[in-house]
């Protein structure tokens, strides 16, 4: 397959399965990037003056505020509130509690809901953080501060024209993350949650899980392409996550959506037994099921077996050494390392990816149907996130 890439291929030509081995270095680069941004811009004045933080941002950038949550909760000792940035600039921003801080998570910049949700919350007093790859877009100009997670050494090393010099490609979503992970821990110090020690024993594992990410996605790379030819003729894909790995389900899915153009359904692993469950069958839409060490394991298991029970195929994301797991599974797709549950979202969207770039490399994309083409769908894509208007009040 050629890796030529055109100006209006909208990332027609699939990821090679080696780019997600390299997110690793994604992590070894950005840490020491943003650790200085993050100690100069979050002051001990801010930290003890917050009583609310808010994330808001839209697609992954919404989803890294999901995965943080809980890191930010537990470290932080500030209540933490994930929103997607249409449903936080027209529904909550007005009744924000005093003392609010807004992250605002745009690796574009230029993502209008979420410039317009930092523009509405520094009106009604709120403090905000622009996390962006762009320092001269427009969120990071209408932000108080900037959080810049972008290196520009490996910025736009695959990704061509899309959406900027300052993309890391997949490694977006990991750049966010950590992002949050390292204000809250600066926040949890600041404010006596955390001591100096825990604070940077807990930086330092962030910075460990560049391996598991390298040695994961080296070790399910051909899985995830065998998994990809026996489930080629499938469309749909149930990803199911609890907890901070509900985000990775839907970053998960949202790769379904972006390379094969195939339907990837996220959903919480509790509510997949209320919902989805009714369209389990033999040999139809197989079900994801994240399974990290930590509070949802045993109810992945339960429902593991009730996706079996009636004839459903599951594919597993779990632990190397949850044998339990890998065994009631048809698939699996295993992490090699250790790690709090809270930080687990860095290393399990590694499999997802993978099978996504897979899917992609095996069957490519529905064709499109004159007169829609690679380039009419670049160009609605990019007026529908960057160029809608900014509401004022």
Not at 77 to 87: A, H
Not at 194 to 222: F, M, P, V, W, Y
Not at 228 to 238: G, I, K
Request: glycine residues 8%; contains cysteine.
């Amino acid at each position: 397959m050629s890796n030529e890439r055109k100006s209006d291929d909208f990332q027609s030509t699939p990821y090679e399965l080696s780019a997600t081995a390299g997110l690793g270095e994604v992590i070894r680069q950005v840490i020491p990037r943003l650790e200085p941004q993050v100690a100069e811009l979050i002051t001990p004045e801010l930290a003890k003056s917050i009583n609310k933080v808010y994330f808001t941002g839209c697609g992954d950038s919404h989803y890294a505020g999901v995965a943080a949550r809980l890191a930010f909760d537990k470290h932080s000792g500030v209540q933490t509130e994930p929103l997607e940035s249409l449903e936080f600039s027209r529904y909550v921003v007005d009744y924000m509690p005093q003392g609010s801080l807004l992250f605002g998570i745009s690796n574009s910049g230029q993502v209008s809901r979420s410039t317009e949700s930092i523009v509405l919350a520094r009106q009604r007093g709120a403090k905000t953080i622009a996390i962006t790859g762009n320092k001269e877009g427009p969120l990071a100009k209408a932000a108080e501060a900037v959080l810049i997670q972008t290196v520009p050494e490996m910025a736009g090393q695959r990704t061509g024209r899309r959406y900027g010099s300052g993309s890391l490609g997949l490694g977006n979503f990991l750049a966010s993350l950590l992002a949050l992970y390292l204000s809250g821990l600066r926040i949890g110090e600041l404010r006596g949650k955390l001591q100096a020690k825990e604070a940077a024993a807990l930086k330092e594992e962030l910075l460990q899980t560049a391996d598991i990410l390298t040695r994961t996605a080296e070790h399910n790379s051909q899985p995830a392409y065998d998994l990809a030819c026996a489930l080629w003729h499938l469309d749909t894909f149930f990803i199911l996550g609890g907890g901070p790995n509900y985000a990775t389900a839907m970053f998960a899915a949202a790769k379904l959506f972006e390379q094969p153009h195939q339907t990837g359904v996220a959903q919480e692993l509790e509510e997949w037994a209320h919902e989805q469950y009714f369209l389990t069958r033999p040999n139809v839409s197989p079900i994801f099921v994240i399974a990290p060490p930590g509070n949802s394991r045993d109810r992945a298991i339960e429902q593991i077996h009730g996706a079996r029970d009636f004839g459903g195929t599951v594919i597993a994301i779990c632990d190397s050494e949850d044998q339990e797991i890998q065994k009631l599974a048809h698939w699996s797709l295993p992490v090699q390392g250790k790690m709090r549950e809270e930080f687990t979202p860095l290393a399990y969207t590694i499999p997802g990816m993978l099978f996504a770039t897979a899917l992609h490399q095996v069957k490519g994309r529905p064709p499109m149907i004159p007169p829609y083409d690679h380039k009419t769908m670049r160009e609605v894509n990019y007026r529908q996130i960057f160029h809608s208007a900014i509401r004022e009040r």
